[in-house]
């Protein structure tokens, strides 16, 4: 039985529901608002670019369910394509043309990808992407940079981002010493020593879980000569920058092609999804082909491929620029307003992924990132952001997703709204001081 009638129910109510059946109210830490103080508001509902929360207000959302979502909510066609899947079942354990659909679709868009193995999340897909470079190389150590975030599995919570980061977790609780003891951590945008024990280097391409930071010109590039000429294998995590910088990811915007691509997010359209993908010579490792086991009962699951195929045949050349556009309208303005009210910031873009440093200087890497994080400004701004109505994300290391769904209107709102935003925060920080 309801605990909380329903019709009058107010996030504050919700959210002490959810705390006695839910671990901190949440299930994923990000989403507590932890970072930020206060009490998450509890969606009923999302449209387009827009959330409505259980009391009924309405928020310009930036979130996008961390980049899942490209065609904002609710998209009819993807919905369509999900409803049309559901019809005919929601799972079986065997085979389906949809799954084909989908992977056949990542290796149009996704030049070098010869084969797919699907998952059921981003984490999986890196996870997997780790065990097939171990498994090809025969050799045990990976590389990571500092600040990236590649999901949660124990060899790769090493120096992480996102929720990691904005709680000031140590990424060593729970995580055996072994687990990460062949985990080298390398800072974001220098080159690492490789040697012959290195079976893959690891790296979101455009780093997305420590704020947005560019890699600088030639990074990538030079990590694919090093990891060639040592024998190491390169894995571009492509779950947030795949099919959203480009209509080929990121590999396709910098020109860079990875031994492995991991992906998610956007190719499930909404719906729990992974992917793993590569040339035949590496993914006919994997079993059943190869000797490298990976398996999942909901892998390929019909309504997130249905979802996802919807999702990526929406996509072309048109969108991106569009998307493009868009950020480039709301990166220019909120730079504007917010040092029109006396605050340092970094509005930092590659393409329509953008994130905001309240700092001097440009950030380059984790430690500049954190730096600029603790001065404290982000939870006043992002406060007085919400209260206006425009959703960001509850941590100061998460970035914004402004999507296909995303008008010209709704960036001018935001930018209004930022110059109101950016001067209550100053103030109030300032107070706090
Ligand atoms: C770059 C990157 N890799 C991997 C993951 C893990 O994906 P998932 O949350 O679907 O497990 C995420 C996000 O969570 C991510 O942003
Ligand atoms: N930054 C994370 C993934 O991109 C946010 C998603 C989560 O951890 O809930």
């Given at each position: 039985m309801a605990l909380i009638d329903e019709e009058h129910i107010t996030n504050e109510d919700a959210f002490q529901r959810a705390c006695a059946s839910l671990v901190g109210g949440v299930n994923s830490p990000v989403r507590s608002f932890a970072a930020v103080g206060g009490v998450p508001f509890f969606v009923a509902g999302g449209h387009g670019s827009y959330l409505t929360d259980v009391e009924g207000r309405r928020y310009l959302d930036y979130i996008q369910s961390y980049g899942a979502i490209?065609?904002?909510?609710?998209n009819p066609v993807v919905l369509s394509a999900l409803t049309e899947a559901a019809r005919q079942g929601t799972t079986f354990g065997a085979p389906t043309l949809g799954e084909v659909e989908l992977a056949e679709m990542i290796q149009q868009k996704v030049s070098g990808v010869d084969l797919v193995r699907l998952t059921s999340s981003g984490t999986e897909a890196t996870m997997t992407a780790l065990r097939l470079a171990r498994g090809v190389t025969n050799r045990s150590k990976i590389v990571k940079f500092e600040?990236?975030?590649?999901?949660?599995s124990d060899a790769l919570l090493?120096?992480?981002?996102?929720g990691v980061a904005s709680l000031g977790?140590?990424?060593?609780?729970?995580?055996?010493p072994n687990a990460v003891a062949d985990t080298i951590v390398v800072p974001y945008n220098e080159l690492p020593p490789i040697d012959e024990t290195v079976a893959a280097v690891i790296v979101e391409p455009v780093a997305a879980n420590m704020g947005l930071v560019p890699a600088q010109s030639g990074f990538l590039q030079e990590l694919r000569s090093l990891t060639e000429q040592s024998g190491a294998l390169l894995i571009f995590?492509?779950?947030?920058t795949g099919f959203r910088v480009a209509e080929g990811g990121a590999s396709a915007l910098y020109g860079v092609t990875p031994d492995l691509w991991c992906f998610g997010k956007i190719i499930g359209g909404g719906l729990p999804v992974g992917a793993v993908a590569g040339p035949h010579h590496l993914m006919n490792?994997?079993?059943?082909?190869?000797?490298v086991y990976q398996a999942g009962t909901l892998s390929g699951n019909p309504l997130a491929t249905a979802a996802g195929s919807a999702a990526l045949r929406l996509l072309n050349t048109a969108s991106y620029r569009m998307l493009t556009g868009r950020a480039e309208q709301l990166a220019f303005g909120l730079t504007k307003v917010i040092e029109e009210a006396d605050l340092a910031v970094q509005v930092q873009r590659v393409e329509s992924l953008l994130g905001i440093f309240f700092a001097d200087e440009p950030v380059t890497n984790y430690r500049q990132a954190v730096a600029s994080v603790e001065r404290g400004i982000y939870p006043y701004f992002f406060h007085a952001m919400l209260k206006r109505g425009i959703a960001l994300a509850p941590g100061p290391y998460e970035v914004l997703f402004p999507g296909l769904a995303h008008s010209v209107d709704d960036v001018d709102k935001t930018i209004d709204v930022a110059s109101a935003a950016a001067a209550e925060a100053r103030e109030r920080w300032r107070r706090a001081g």
């Open positions: 490209i065609h904002g909510h609710g600040g990236c975030y590649h999901g949660h090493a120096a992480s981002g996102s977790l140590p990424a060593s609780v729970g995580v055996a995590d492509e779950v947030i490792h994997l079993a059943p082909t190869g000797s």
